[in-house]
């Protein structure tokens, strides 16, 4: 017999199984003894090194110091270290900011805003009960910061 010709086809088997135990124990550890281990909060703020809130999640969003944007939201908002709103989740979504000024939407809508540095939307994706989806992206106007 040889060794090597064997440990080939040996090693994916060791793996799978090694994979197959190891996942079993993970999914097995992992189950909740009781209802009370789910986590319940009204929100969420993530701060950085420097005590900046990053990530605001709510329903609604707490209004925090720092951010620039003072409209209420419901969902997740990811923050620069300016303060300024860079991504947005939410149902419904934060009214748009188009040239420095937050604008009307035309419905509630349910989905993701990309902003750039000025808070300005930039891309999204967003589904409408009386319009539909629509994904869709603007172009910068103006200079680069």
Do not use: Y
Request: charged share 25%.
């Amino acid at each position: 017999m040889n060794l090597r010709s064997d440990t080939p086809r040996s090693t994916p088997s060791l793996l799978v199984g090694f994979f197959a135990g190891l996942l079993l124990a993970l999914s097995l550890g992992a189950a909740p003894e009781a209802p009370d281990d789910v986590l319940r909060v009204k929100g969420l703020v993530v701060e950085d090194e420097e005590g900046r809130p990053r990530i605001v999640l709510g329903a609604p969003v707490a209004r925090v110091e720092g951010r620039r944007r003072t409209d209420p939201s419901v969902g997740l908002l990811v923050l620069d270290e300016n303060g300024v709103d860079r991504v947005s989740v939410g149902a419904p979504t934060t009214a748009p900011r188009a040239g420095g000024r937050v604008h009307e939407r035309i419905g509630d809508a349910a989905g993701i805003e990309i902003n750039d540095e000025a808070g300005n939307e930039r891309a999204g994706f967003a589904t409408w009960r009386e319009v539909g989806s629509s994904t869709g992206s603007t172009k910068r106007t103006g200079p680069r910061p």
